[in-house]
């Protein structure tokens, strides 16, 4: 049970994109359609962003998106926005009712 | 709407043991699947288990197996988790959260319980 691959932080202008990636292996992010992501704000609980690869929470705007490619997945950013400084986390499900986060990615908005 | 309320805050000593609880309410306690993860001060998240109330089986991360209980009582609809064998890396915020069973995510999130291990 590794923790998920991200990179540490990623920058964008107000109105750019960013993209996100996170590398499992075939066990949990290849094996599974059920990779996650969560917003976290300093002192806060995370907050479910994405779900099912792809899917969107009531509420939560379209411009966040995310994608799946072997054992990689991605969530993107578009029109960053200066509420979307956070960290994000990926997650996948791993299993026999196990799951399994990434290190994090701190999104910083220049 | 499921909400997930935890204890408050605790201070432990090396060696103590301690226990963080969850209640939910506005839903069906017995068909939640609920889970707990960790974050230690500027880390990321970690999962540790989780536990089905309904089935009263609990399954556990490899890295906690045998020093973490998770248990459920269906009278309160409240979780548990018991963290034994404190040392000072355990110190962290402690969430549950609420996984959503069709969709195998965590969906509902407590508003964390900080632990502090110190002597």
């Known amino acids: 049970q590794s923790a998920l691959t991200q990179s540490p932080s990623a920058s964008g202008s107000p109105g750019q994109s960013v993209t996100i990636s996170c590398t499992g292996t075939s066990s949990d ?4 359609n059920y990779v996650s992501w969560y917003q976290q704000h300093p002192g806060k609980a995370p907050k479910l962003m994405i ?8 509420g939560v705007p379209d ?6 490619s072997g054992n990689t997945a991605s ?22 009712n196990t799951w399994v986060f990434g290190g994090g990615t701190k999104v910083t908005v220049l | ?11 432990r000593k090396p060696g103590s ?8 309410s506005g839903g069906t306690f ?4 609920l889970s707990w993860v960790r974050q230690a001060p500027g880390q990321g998240l970690e ?8 089935l009263g089986k609990a399954n556990y991360a490899q890295k906690f197996q045998g020093r973490v209980t998770i248990t459920a009582a269906e009278s309160t609809s409240t979780a548990y988790m018991e963290l034994s064998s404190l040392r000072s890396e355990d110190t962290a915020v402690y969430y549950c959260a609420r996984v959503f069973r069709q969709q195998l995510v965590l969906g509902d999130w407590g508003q964390g319980t900080p632990v502090t291990v110190s002597s």
Request: with cysteine.
């Open chain 2, 1 to 11: 709407q499921v909400q997930l309320v935890q204890s408050g805050a605790e201070v």
């Open chain 1, 75 to 96: 969530l993107t950013v578009s029109g960053l926005q200066a509420e979307d400084e956070a960290d994000y986390y990926c997650s996948s499900y791993a299993g026999s």
């Open chain 1, 29 to 32: 992010v290849g094996g599974y």
């Open chain 2, 30 to 33: 017995t068909s939640f699947v």
């Open chain 1, 51 to 58: 779900y099912e690869v792809s899917k969107r929470p009531s």
């Open chain 2, 47 to 54: 999962w540790m288990g989780g536990i089905i109330p309904i």
């Open chain 2, 17 to 24: 043991s301690v226990k963080v609880s969850c209640r939910t």
């Open chain 1, 63 to 68: 411009r966040f998106s995310g994608s799946k």
